[in-house]
Every structure is written in structure tokens, then in C-alpha cells.
């Protein structure tokens, strides 16, 4: 079974903190991507990555930024962290045929900006 | 820009009753795919459609995709309490670089 893991289910930060989320997933996936889900508004995509060091924004990527240094670690960075980016954060990621292929969900991190 | 709509928003219903939520797209898509989210929990792939027509069945759950591959339903036989969750449709961008994901149609089912 694919596994995606998030480093964190809650996290809790001040305005203007950098926080950084960690995505992992163990099936060798090329694509990863993070979402955001807010109430009334679904999933929306920040960032996606089709390979080591490449990055792709998504609808929207401003406040953002994303890392990925190895195959298996995909990372949202919030520079400053303002209280609209409190939210679910999701990471999925999916196999190499198409960046559209299914993906796989990680659990998800609830971030809450005070 | 390129659209996924989903109706209802929320369906409230009695155990033992249909459901039915669709999904619609402002183009046409290469494949359809559908996720389960549980209350709490995180999207979980259902199943993919391809072709033109093309109907599926998990159990007691039935896809269908148009025949102009634009609009899909899932159609939930016999409700259960374990069928409570929000479903997702997404389709493939023209680009074929992102799924786009319907808003979701959130079920919830009394006994």
C-alpha cells in the first residue's frame, strides 16, 4: 500500500513564524503536491513537484514556497505565516505516468496562525 | 478558466435511501476519478473512468461517465452510516499538468 505520512496532524504558530510541513511517501512517486482544504472552497493546489528539485506552482502558490531535495520529501514552506494561511494542509502524491494520475492522500496537517 | 462542478453541496438522507451526486465539467476530460473523504480524514481514491459511457460498480456504489465525457454521477445504493463522508470528482486540466477537484458533495446519513 502507498503510504504518505505529514509530520504533523495540528501545528500551532504566531503571525510571521516560518513554518515549514513535511510530506514523505515510501512508493517511489515521481509527483507530489500540496494542497490546501478550506470549507466551501475544496482543495486547492499551492505547489507540485514532478522531480527532485523541480517545482511547479499551482492556483495559489503566493506566501508559499516548497522544497524537494530527495525523491521521497516534498516540503511547503510558509515564510511568514499570516492567520488566512490557517487551513488544512494535504500532500498526495501519484506514480510517474501522468501528473494526473491518481494520487495519494497523506493524512493532512490542520494549521492554525494565531 | 476550466471548471468542476459538483451537485449538491450537502444531501442529507435516511439510512436505507439513494444517493446520487454529479459532477460537471465547462470541458471535455480524458478520465474521471472520484474520492471518498471521511469526516476527519483525508480524500481516498475510489475508482477511474475512461471511456465514453463507461459505468462501473463498487458494491452498492455505481459511476457513470457521459457519454461527451463532461459530466459523471455516483449514485450510492441503500445508504449506510459508513457511506457519511464528502465525495470528490476530478478531472485532468487541459494541460494535463494538475487534477482539478470539484468543490465535493458532502453526504450525511441518520439510522
Known amino acids: 500500500d502507498v503510504k504518505v505520512t505529514q509530520s504533523s496532524r495540528y501545528l500551532v504558530k504566531r503571525t510571521g513564524e516560518k513554518v515549514f510541513l513535511e510530506c514523505v511517501q515510501d512508493?517511489?512517486?515521481?509527483?507530489m503536491f500540496w494542497y490546501r482544504q478550506d470549507p466551501g472552497l475544496g482543495l486547492r493546489l499551492i505547489y507540485f513537484?514532478?522531480?527532485?528539485?523541480?517545482?511547479e506552482k499551482g492556483d495559489i502558490p503566493e506566501g508559499y514556497s516548497v522544497s524537494r531535495e530527495k525523491k521521497e520529501r516534498f516540503s511547503l514552506i510558509l515564510e511568514s505565516a499570516s492567520t488566512n494561511q490557517t487551513s488544512m494542509y494535504l500532500c498526495?502524491?501519484?506514480?510517474?505516468?501522468?501528473?494526473?494520475?491518481?494520487?495519494?492522500f497523506g493524512p493532512g496537517t490542520r494549521l492554525t496562525v494565531l | 478558466g476550466q471548471q468542476v462542478m459538483q451537485i449538491p453541496q450537502y444531501q442529507h438522507v435516511q439510512e436505507g435511501e439513494d444517493f446520487t451526486t454529479y459532477c460537471n465539467s465547462s470541458t471535455t476530460l480524458s478520465n474521471i476519478q472520484w474520492y471518498k473523504q471521511r469526516p476527519g480524514g483525508h480524500p481516498v481514491f475510489l475508482i477511474q473512468?475512461?471511456?465514453?459511457?463507461e459505468v462501473k460498480k463498487q458494491k452498492r456504489l455505481t459511476f457513470q461517465f457521459g457519454e461527451a465525457k463532461k459530466n459523471s454521477s455516483l449514485h450510492i445504493t441503500a445508504t449506510q452510516t459508513t457511506d457519511v463522508g464528502t465525495y470528490f470528482c476530478?478531472?485532468?486540466?487541459?494541460?494535463?499538468?494538475?487534477?482539478?477537484f470539484g468543490k465535493g458533495t458532502t453526504l450525511s446519513v441518520s439510522s
Open positions: 513537484s514532478y522531480d527532485v528539485k523541480m517545482k
Open positions: 512508493m517511489d512517486h515521481e509527483n
Open positions: 473512468l475512461v471511456k465514453s459511457g
Open positions: 498526495a502524491s501519484s506514480p510517474r505516468d501522468s501528473l494526473t494520475d491518481t494520487q495519494y
Open positions: 476530478a478531472g485532468p486540466d487541459q494541460a494535463g499538468t494538475a487534477l482539478i
